[in-house]
């Protein structure tokens, strides 16, 4: 099982990234998906998750800006972020869960520098 995030940067305040979360050796659809991010010095946190059901939650920190989907057919995870913030800085990582927490894989994370 291999989750390949990718689209992470370097941006201004305000642009917008897409963070791609390509999976193979599991079908992301039978899977709840999540993003998360982790700042220097601080603790992993969940941002977004989509369950097998469709249900979808973030944290309070990225509603509204941030957008998670998915790709069936490309059984890829996306993470839309709009109107980034220097606070939004951090290494992203996606994962995924039969029954989270715990979360059965993680990618390797891909890091997204917002300048002010």
């Known amino acids: 099982v291999q989750l390949q995030a990718s689209g992470g940067g370097f941006v201004q305040a305000g642009d917008s990234l897409r963070l791609s979360c390509a999976a193979s050796g599991i079908i992301v659809k039978v899977y709840t998906m999540a993003w998360f991010r982790q700042a220097p010095g601080t603790q992993r946190e969940l941002i977004a998750r989509s369950t097998t059901r469709g249900v979808i939650t973030y944290a309070d920190s990225v509603k509204g800006r941030f957008t998670i989907s998915e790709d069936n057919a490309k059984n890829t995870v996306y993470l839309q972020m709009n109107s980034l913030k220097p606070e939004d800085t951090a290494v992203y990582y996606c994962?995924?869960?039969?029954?989270?927490?715990?979360?059965?894989?993680w990618g390797q994370g891909t890091l997204v520098t917002v300048s002010s």
């Open positions: 994962a995924a869960g039969v029954l989270p927490p715990p979360y059965n894989y």
